[in-house]
């Protein structure tokens, strides 16, 4: 077990998720089924899709590693880690809008002070990186 196994620990919870402007998106379950850097998400939203990711630590590689996948089909791979106490994780996704194109994903979550909230603000590039646009951008509270 290295010292980076229990980084996304602040995530672990059932929550409660909503916009900015408090609009329900749904609610996320969020488990450490081993206790050692290993978390398993249950996402159903608001709108019916469902969703599941698998986080974890890769000491190999020294990074976390999220492979998601929905009840519409997708799936995305992310890498990445802490930066300055919120957890980053970038990858790349095929551009529905233009087949043959990928876009750039960054997905950070950034822990509240006291333990009760994070947020995940989820942004796509078409320009390598030069500019983001906001894909999701969910305050989670804890239930």
């Known amino acids: 077990m290295t010292e980076h196994a229990h980084d996304f620990d602040f995530w672990i919870g059932e929550w409660d998720v909503a916009g900015p402007d408090g609009t329900a998106y749904g609610r996320n379950s969020i488990a450490s ?3 050692n850097g290993i978390l398993t998400e249950h996402w159903r939203g608001a709108g019916g899709v469902e969703g599941h990711s698998l986080n974890a630590y890769d000491a190999a590689r020294g990074c976390w590693h999220q492979t998601w996948v929905d009840s519409g089909g997708s ?4 890498d990445g880690g802490l930066v300055d106490g919120a957890m980053v994780l970038t990858g790349s996704a095929p551009d529905g ?3 043959g194109r990928a876009l750039l994903q960054r ?4 822990p509240g ?3 009760t909230q994070v947020r995940q603000h989820w942004e796509t590039s078409a320009d390598d990186g ?10 989670y509270r804890r239930r």
């Open 33 to 35: 089924p081993f206790g």
């Open 75 to 78: 799936i995305l791979l992310l």
């Open 113 to 115: 002070p006291d333990g």
């Open 97 to 99: 809008d233009h087949p």
């Open 130 to 139: 030069g500019t983001w646009e906001t894909a999701f951008d969910g305050r």
């Open 107 to 110: 997905i950070t979550w950034t």
